[in-house]
């Protein structure tokens, strides 16, 4: 039988003056009771035992436990607080030690210490309530949370560590100095939770700790909307992040399955995987990331599948000894390059589409930068759908490159290969290898190019075979400088242009075209000119000399040079103009 207890703040018939003297009736009959509490200002300590319930007669606020220093409840037992507002100072305002504890519609707030500090062992439900200033913590407890608000904590407003398990449904986490909730070495789940205003991440997962989300909000935080470090596992789905510095950072080996997650507006990054950080991403979608939309950086290798971007700078980079493996992505509408794989990272991409981004691919680094491109489709580009610098390596197999300004570049000491790819209706041409750089294709199909369809210069080697070359306005291909290599059954079609302009260094094999193939031989480089000036006794040499122009005893001469005509230079006069004696008259043989 539960035995039912009054208390108000000045007594009465069969009333209380206080709580803890109802507390201690209570404890003197050893069994279940109710402690029912009137309006007022209770400066007092409770501590409870048993099986207790202490609930608030008045509205929501009006019954206010506050001692002037230290914890407003200490609970051992099976304790059940409704309609409470409970103030700590310099302490823990509500302290589990042990048992089960139940808050409902109750206010905590703690100034200088923790809300609601659940002990190991103990089973702590927290429902309809807020809780303010202080950090809710679970140290190897379990709990429940359904409908609270976490308000303005001065460092985590909830903390879940030490092995516990804690559920947050329906809750709302707003102010925090530090973190809305952070999850280490424990487990804990977020249902329909809304996070705002942290100074660093919203949802912080570290030491191993299992985290698990679904259908949360993120948004106006300082840092990440979410992270992942230090061997984390979990699963993110549905969240909704804007106005982040990063949507969700992983590192130091955490490994989460992120699924159907939105990043919008972020100022730094939307997918953010660093320092050995992994990952999967499937369905997701980043919008407008301030610098990159998905990064992997110093060893991170995420795995991202069926993603989008929209908008924002540079849609997918990996960079500084990073991985990444691609599927299914989109990229379109970004400021600068879709994607970028620089400084020995490893690039895989598959079935992506590139849409009206300035540059396709950029590869860049040592030997040790690559990457592989399969069934990618890049158009309306403004510059190059794949570039390949230094002495990185790419390999691409069916890759399109549609309307824009040149399909495929290597240069400098790269390596690209290309089989069964095509390239369409460019400005500058469909492919080119310059410096040292090596090409390598099969079954290339170049169409509509306004300029070249192939191209080597420079000291540039090319190896094409299989290969077509369809109405391209300046030649099907072309070879200057000292660039060579070879075409194996290649065919040159279309009505415009030459079929094939080389310099003598490469091998034709079974070429088709009805285009003119024309051999440019260098001109040798014409003797040196030599001049004498102003002998005004007359000019003595010494040796047999060519190309002299003689003037003396003049009062202007005129000096034209006439510098030799490089392949691609036309021929400059120099002018150069000397006055001497206007008293004497010379001449020029």
Not at 37 to 48: A, C, D, K
Not at 224 to 238: D, N
Not at 480 to 491: A, I, K, Q
């Amino acid at each position: 039988m539960v035995r039912r207890y009054v208390v108000a703040p000045h007594g009465g018939r069969r009333a209380h003056p206080d709580i803890s003297s109802a507390l201690r009736a209570a404890a003197e009959r050893h069994g279940p009771a109710l402690i029912e509490i009137r309006p007022g200002h209770y400066e007092e300590s409770l501590t409870v035992r048993g099986e207790v319930q202490l609930t608030g007669l008045g509205a929501p606020g009006s019954v206010v436990v506050s001692p002037p220093q230290g914890t407003a409840l200490d609970a051992f037992g099976t304790v059940r607080v409704r309609g409470l507002l409970l103030v700590g100072r310099e302490a823990d305002a509500v302290d589990c030690l042990g048992g089960t504890l139940a808050l409902e519609h109750t206010e905590v707030r703690a100034h200088g210490g923790v809300c609601v500090h659940a002990r190991r062992g103990t089973l702590v439900t927290l429902t309809d309530s807020a809780f303010r200033y202080g950090r809710t913590l679970f140290a190897g407890a379990a709990g429940n949370i359904e409908r609270c608000g976490f308000h303005d904590a001065a460092d985590n407003a909830l903390a879940v560590i030490e092995g516990a398990r804690v559920s947050v449904r329906d809750s709302r986490f707003e102010g925090s100095r530090i973190h809305g909730v952070r999850v280490s070495d424990a487990w804990g789940e977020l249902v329909g939770c809304a996070l705002t205003g942290t100074e660093k991440a919203a949802v912080m997962a570290d030491t191993r700790a299992e985290l698990t989300m679904a259908a949360c909000r993120v948004d106006s935080v300082h840092a990440e909307a979410v992270m992942f470090i230090e061997q984390s596992r979990g699963l993110v789905q549905g969240l909704r992040v804007s106005d982040a510095e990063h949507g969700i950072g992983v590192a130091s080996g955490a490994d989460p399955v992120v699924r159907d997650c939105v990043f919008a507006d972020c100022r730094d990054t939307g997918i953010n995987v660093q320092t050995t950080g992994r990952g999967t991403f499937e369905n997701c979608e980043v919008l407008n990331a301030g610098s990159v939309s998905v990064f992997s950086t110093t060893g991170g290798a995420p795995r991202v599948n069926g993603c989008r971007v929209t908008g924002g700078n540079v849609g997918v980079a990996v960079v500084d000894k990073a991985r990444g493996h691609f599927a299914g992505v989109v990229v379109e509408d970004v400021a600068g390059t879709a994607l970028r794989v620089f400084d020995e990272s490893r690039a895989v991409f598959e079935r992506t589409r590139v849409e009206r981004c300035p540059a396709g691919l950029e590869v860049r680094g040592n030997g040790g930068t690559t990457a592989q491109l399969t069934d990618v489709r890049i158009a309306g580009f403004d510059m190059a759908a794949v570039a390949v610098t230094g002495e990185a390596r790419v390999t691409l197999t069916r890759v399109s490159a549609e309307r824009g300004l040149l399909g495929f570049g290597v240069g400098e000491g790269a390596f690209l290969r290309v089989e069964d790819c095509e390239v369409s209706a460019t400005r500058a041409g469909g492919a080119v290898a310059f410096g040292r750089a090596r090409l390598v294709a099969r079954n290339l199909t170049v169409t509509g190019s306004e300029a070249f369809g192939l191209c080597g210069t420079e000291s540039a080697y090319v190896d094409v075979a299989d290969s077509r070359f369809d109405d391209c306005a300046a030649a099907g291909v072309t070879f200057d400088e000292s660039g060579g290599g070879r075409l194996v059954n290649c065919s040159v079609t279309g009505t415009r242009g030459m079929g094939v302009q080389h310099n003598g260094r490469v091998d034709l094999v079974s070429l088709h075209t009805s285009r003119p193939v024309v051999e440019r031989v260098p001109e040798p480089a014409p003797p040196p000119v030599q001049i004498v000036n102003h002998h005004y006794h007359g000019p003595v040499f010494n040796a047999a000399v060519h190309g002299v122009h003689l003037a003396w005893n003049n009062d202007e001469v005129t000096q034209q040079i006439i510098q030799p005509a490089t392949p691609q230079a036309t021929p400059q006069v120099v002018r150069r103009t000397t006055r001497e004696h206007d008293d004497q008259d010379g001449a020029t043989p």
